[in-house]
């Protein structure tokens, strides 16, 4: 994969307070080595360069439509699991930036296609998809890989998730750790019902990326249902099926520190 060297780079700030002065000195610096900095998103520029932690990364992907223009983050935010740079570090990242030191990590995103009695709607996800039911109710729905029925479900919902999105919503809820580069999508249960009424698989299964997930709310549940994509909640009437999938889109971010990973788990998660 080749990306273009523009010279122009988009640097998305999320409001807080030091992301906007993070903002100001990356942009002094990156102009002084002749880096043009747009005032809006431009669709030329080389990298997108996210200022906050992982929600501003995941809103800045959503907002600029999966752009494939390659991203990197540096971390004013909480967690910041996905913003490898720290702000102290600016001048050693533009450094390695301009020498091509680094490395290019393709990024696999969830897909669902969601079809109601008169419509499908398409939606993507960086970390994960999640079914869950409206006002807190137990959602039943049946369970299908690649056409075979696996379970009839029954608890708050289901979370669908990338191996990016594993160290999110579904780490929180017994998911396992899948490495970015593992082309798998995992279904993870959220409190699951498994009692003399009701039977669902307790823990999380690991599928592969090249099949799909579908799955059928009861008849009576079908306006019950909500969809919950990284964090932003949909609501769709009549469900009859969602599909997932490993989407054919996907984004790069930029790798400068080929252990990051490992070091990262142990330092934000131990
Ligand atoms: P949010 O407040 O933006 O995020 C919740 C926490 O998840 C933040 O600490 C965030 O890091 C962290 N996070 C996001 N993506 C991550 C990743 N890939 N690996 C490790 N940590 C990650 O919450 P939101 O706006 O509702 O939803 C955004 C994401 O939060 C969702 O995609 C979902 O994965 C996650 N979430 C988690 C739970 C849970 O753990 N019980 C519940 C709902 C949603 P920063 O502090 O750096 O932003």
């Not at 079914?131 to 807190?136: A, D, N, P, R």
Request: proline letters at 4%.
């Amino acid at each position: 994969m080749t990306f273009n060297k523009s010279g122009i780079i988009n640097i998305i700030p999320n409001n807080n307070f030091d992301s906007i002065k993070t903002c100001e000195v990356l942009t002094q610096k990156l102009e002084s080595k002749g880096f043009t900095i747009p005032k809006e998103y431009d669709a030329n520029a080389e990298l997108n360069i996210c200022i906050g932690g992982d929600g501003a990364f995941l809103r800045a992907v959503h907002n600029n439509y999966f752009s494939s223009i390659p991203y990197v983050g540096i971390n004013t935010g909480h967690l910041g699991f996905f913003q490898e740079i720290l702000p102290e570090k600016i001048d050693s990242f533009i450094d390695n930036y301009i020498n091509d030191a680094y490395f290019i990590e393709e990024i696999f995103l969830v897909e669902a296609n969601v079809c109601t009695k008169t419509d499908c709607i398409n939606l993507l996800g960086i970390n994960e998809i999640v079914i869950k039911g409206i006002e807190s109710k137990v959602v039943h729905l049946e369970v299908f890989i690649d056409d075979n029925h696996l379970e009839k479900f029954s608890g708050d919902g289901l979370i669908v998730s990338t191996p990016v999105g594993s160290t999110a919503y579904n780490y929180s809820s017994a998911g396992c750790i899948v490495y970015p580069t593992l082309k798998t999508l995992q279904l993870t249960p959220l409190s699951p019902i498994s009692s003399k009424a009701y039977r669902s698989l307790l823990n999380s299964a690991i599928i592969p990326g090249d099949m799909t997930i579908k799955i059928k709310p009861e008849y009576l549940y079908e306006n019950s249902i909500l969809i919950i994509n990284d964090g932003v909640q949909n609501k769709y009437d009549d469900i009859v099926e969602v599909s997932f999938n490993m989407s054919k889109t996907t984004i790069f971010r930029l790798v400068f520190d080929k252990d990051m990973y490992w070091n990262n788990l142990k330092s934000k998660f131990l």
